[in-house]
């Protein structure tokens, strides 16, 4: 399985991920409404002038042409009377008339000189007041009038003029909550037929995103002016709010929240503190009127009959402007026409309370996933199905937004997807790199650095454990070595060592064989494994063939050493057993030392045939399964022995040159009159077989002269002493 470090790595992300989600931050969230207005810049909603809401704008052009802002309250008044003149479903003021008129003729005269100031205040005695004027007009008007809540005390009075009825868990709870307000004068609250506050919650970059139907102020709920203005087009008079937990919610006992509002004839759906999340139109002049066409009445009646009207200010010099998902500065005033435009044509956009819960869920289970998939496929392959579903999950939560009007966040499982897989990636690197080194520093010893540079790339090659697979093994032994490391001191014996070791390692290593271990002067070598080697019994006839030419070599460089040191020399000779058949291969050994090595009987029977090569007089024997994988290459029939250990007689080869000697006529000649040779000797014609095999002694190849020779030894024997076949051991 796969290493712990690797799990730390894609946990690590995924666990950080959650917690984040879960703790969801500022920034997080900062993050979040970023997306969610790239989605409704992308696809706003489209502004139909048709819908029954304009906003009356004290504009440029309308303070240039009536004068400065705030206009005296009897030229609000005439405003309002030819908004009720028109036809306006509802009124509303997006502004507060917290204090009485300054403009107020009876203000205004306290500011005369004294010596002209009672005849003015003689001829305005019994005159209705500015603010008077303006009740008698809300009074007799679908008007509302705006409030300003605070979290400190005021005093201010606040007439309720709706009804609250409630479904299901006290909405108080979960309403954003003030304790005071900055309330209209109670002439002009008692006169209108509504009240909204103005209040808006904006996120921490000040950006308008959600507006609230109801807020809570000392105990009880007061509606916003969209809400309310909304309510009083309709000529409703409660409104029905419905909270979790109510009939046909489905909160089973938990708190969630407010979860709609009914006002009049429709239902909107809000959050869990009662606020609405407005989708957007971008700013359109459709949407306004000027407030000084309004007073010259050159607007179209049609333009504001049945509709309800919003009386605000878009004057830069007034400073009422807001920044929205689509737009950097808009007019506060439409930001409350569009809340109404949202809930009139049932637009809907939430961040459904299971939103988040969801999000994580998901999270879990595609870093799991991934992490579970990554370690079996390339990395490459990884990236583009990670990248796949980061794109799915961005493709969904468009989905949601376009077609179900849900906002789901894909950011935060996008990264942690990407978190695991780039930890993930990391620590399989750190994995296969220290796998590749454990590989290196293993086998390098074992196969040549081409091999093993394979090895490192396909790891997943090697079965460490053990498996069954054919092989052919080779044993390699010197002749009369213990007579020779007695003419020398351990200095000079460990350089001969290293000499013959060395040369003859790399010709095993050469042909693709793998070192399995050193026996004191012996090596033991195999084929096919860890490596695939599908000609692996030639490749070892051909390094057993090698390893004797390279014998050759050295003997004659020892000589001309010997010679030039003045001391005596023998020549070197070894034995090379090979042997074919299945062997278990893998790391072998014990919990503190494991070796990669090979068990099987095959393994002993080319122990044993290395051993007959002394008793043969040959350096080269094969056994019968070597011989038959190997097609081309010329083998004679040596003898059938009773090999030490073996219960039968192994049939065993003469290797006798390499492929390019089997397809001469020198070879054709040798196997003939060898042929006849084992032919005689079994037939039991002693002397005409010891006439063959000295004969083949003197004209036969060099190498196998002794062979050759120990057959005419046996047949001078057997004609005195019959001796059986196959009896040499």
């Keep these: 399985m796969w290493s712990r ?11 950080a991920g959650l917690l984040v989600m879960g703790a969801d931050p500022g920034p997080l969230a900062d993050a979040r409404n970023g997306l969610f207005d790239l989605y409704q810049r992308a696809a706003p909603r489209a502004y139909d002038p048709d819908l029954p809401v304009r906003v009356v704008d004290v504009d440029e052009a309308s303070l240039a042409r009536i004068g400065q802002w705030p206009w005296p309250r009897a030229t609000v008044a005439r405003l309002v009377d030819k908004l009720n003149a028109s036809g306006a479903g509802a009124i509303a003021f997006d502004m507060v008339f917290s204090e009485p008129d300054r403009l107020d003729p ?23 007041s500015n603010d008077e004027i303006l009740a008698r007009s809300l ?34 709870a979960f309403a954003p909550r003030f304790a005071g307000a900055v309330a209209p004068l109670p002439g002009l609250a008692a006169a209108a037929k509504g009240i909204g506050a103005l209040n808006w919650l904006p996120d921490r970059d000040q950006v308008v995103r959600r507006v609230p139907l109801l807020l809570a102020l000392d105990g009880k709920l007061v509606p916003g002016l969209g809400a309310e203005a909304l309510r009083v087009a309709q000529g409703a008079t409660t409104y029905v709010v419905r909270a979790s937990n109510a009939s046909g919610d489905e909160g089973f006992g938990t708190q969630s929240g407010i979860t709609a509002v009914k006002i009049g004839a429709l239902d909107v759906p809000t959050d869990a503190q009662g606020e609405v999340r407005v989708r957007f139109t971008p700013t359109d002049p459709r949407r306004f009127l000027s407030a000084a ?20 200010t878009s004057a830069a010099g007034l400073m009422d402007t807001r920044a929205t998902p689509i737009d950097a500065a808009v007019a506060g005033v439409e930001i409350q026409a569009q809340l109404i435009e949202h809930m009139v044509t049932g637009a809907n956009l939430v961040r459904p309370d299971w939103a988040r819960g969801a999000e994580m869920v998901l999270t879990a289970v595609l870093g799991l996933l991934l992490a ?9 392959a990884a990236g583009v199905a990670g990248l796949g579903v980061v794109a799915a999950l961005a493709a969904g939560a468009w989905f949601a937004f376009t077609r179900l009007d849900l906002l789901l966040d894909p950011m935060g499982p996008g990264w942690a997807v990407l978190g695991v897989y780039l930890m993930g990636v990391l620590a399989l690197y750190r994995d296969e790199q220290k796998q590749k080194k454990w590989v290196r520093s293993v086998f390098g010893r074992f196969v040549s650095p081409q091999v093993v540079e394979k090895l490192a790339e396909n790891p997943e090659r090697l079965v460490l454990g053990g498996e069954t697979r054919e092989i052919t093994i080779l044993f390699c032994d010197l002749r009369d070595f213990t007579s020779l490391s007695e003419t020398m001191d351990a200095q000079a014996l460990t350089r001969f060592m290293n000499a013959y070791l060395t040369p003859m390692t ?16 012996a090596i033991m070598a195999f084929w096919n494994a860890p490596m695939d080697d599908p000609a692996h019994a030639r490749n070892a006839a051909l390094c057993a063939l090698a390893m004797s030419a390279r014998l050759d070599a050295l003997n004659v460089e020892w000589r001309r050493q010997a010679e030039a040191a003045g ?11 090979l042997a074919t058949g299945p062997c278990c291969v893998g790391n072998l050994g014990s919990d503190q030392r494991l070796e990669y090595s090979c068990l099987g009987d095959d393994v002993n029977l080319a122990s044993r045939i290395e051993g007959a090569t002394k008793s043969m007089r040959v350096d080269i024997l094969v056994s019968e399964a070597t011989r038959a994988a190997v097609a081309d290459l010329p083998f004679l029939e040596a003898d059938l022995l009773m090999l030490k250990g073996k219960s039968r007689a192994s049939q065993l080869y003469l290797l006798a040159g390499d492929a390019a000697f089997a397809g001469s006529d020198a070879f054709d000649t040798l196997a003939r009159r060898h042929a006849a040779l084992m032919s005689a000797y079994g037939a039991g014609h002693f002397s005409l077989a010891r006439a063959a095999a000295e004969a083949l002694a003197s004209e036969g190849p060099d190498r196998l002269s002794r062979f050759y020779t120990l057959y005419a030894e046996r047949c001078q024997d057997a004609s005195t002493t019959p001796t059986p076949a196959g009896s040499i051991s």
């Design 372 to 380: 579970l998939v990554l370690p079996r496929v390339s990395a490459l």
């Design 506 to 521: 790399q010709v095993v290593l050469a042909h693709g064989g793998t070192i399995d271990k050193y026996i004191g002067d």
């Design 106 to 128: 009876a203000a205004v005269v306290g500011l005369l000189p004294e010596d002209v100031r009672a005849p003015v205040q003689t001829a305005l005695a019994g005159r209705e």
């Design 567 to 577: 001391r005596p020399f023998s020549p070197v000779r070894c034995g090379i057993g």
């Design 139 to 172: 009074g007799e008007s679908p008007s509302v009038l705006g409030a300003v809540l605070t979290g400190t005390r005021t005093g201010a009075t606040y007439p309720a003029k709706w009804g609250i009825a409630a479904a299901g868990d006290d909405p108080l």
């Design 293 to 312: 066409a309004v007073l010259d009445g050159t607007v179209p009646r049609e333009e504001l009959e049945g509709r309800i009207v919003l009386v605000g």
């Design 5 to 15: 470090l690797y799990w730390l790595a894609v946990g690590g992300p995924l666990a």
